[in-house]
């Protein structure tokens, strides 16, 4: 008889894994659960941060695009988006999601320092 998780459970698994650098595994796991959940947002945000670990930056941009259409002022969406576009040379739109990402917490020491990076970076 199969296991029955939750999906919280089973997306807590999937966190594990990403922590152990399965991205692969992540990615697939993300969309069997689409299957049969397809507006579930913390899997999309999950299935966006494993494209985001394994470079595929382009499907990751996709993916976190999505995110941001239901949840305009998600704060792992904004940062994986500002990383995304870094990595791709478009300062303008990595400081822009940045700065979306500090709004959400302008106490945040290390998220300052990136922003002030971006700015010496790009400016």
């Known amino acids: 008889m199969p296991e029955t998780i939750s999906l919280n459970a089973y997306l807590a698994r999937l966190d594990d894994l990403l922590a152990a650098n399965a991205t692969d595994e992540v990615i697939h796991h993300c969309r069997h659960i689409l299957k049969y959940t ?23 941009r996709a993916i976190f695009r999505r995110v941001l259409g239901v949840y305009p002022d998600d704060y ?5 988006l500002s990383e995304i576009n870094d990595q791709q ?7 822009w999601h940045l700065e ?3 709004e959400q917490e302008p106490n945040n020491g290390d998220l300052i320092d990136s922003l002030r990076e971006l700015y010496r970076k790009y400016h």
């Open 38 to 60: 397809p507006k579930n947002v913390a899997t999309y945000r999950t299935l966006g941060r494993a494209l985001l670990y394994s470079a595929r930056w382009d499907a990751a």
């Open 76 to 80: 792992v969406a904004h940062i994986a």
């Open 89 to 95: 040379g478009q300062g303008n739109e990595a400081i």
């Open 100 to 102: 979306r990402a500090y």
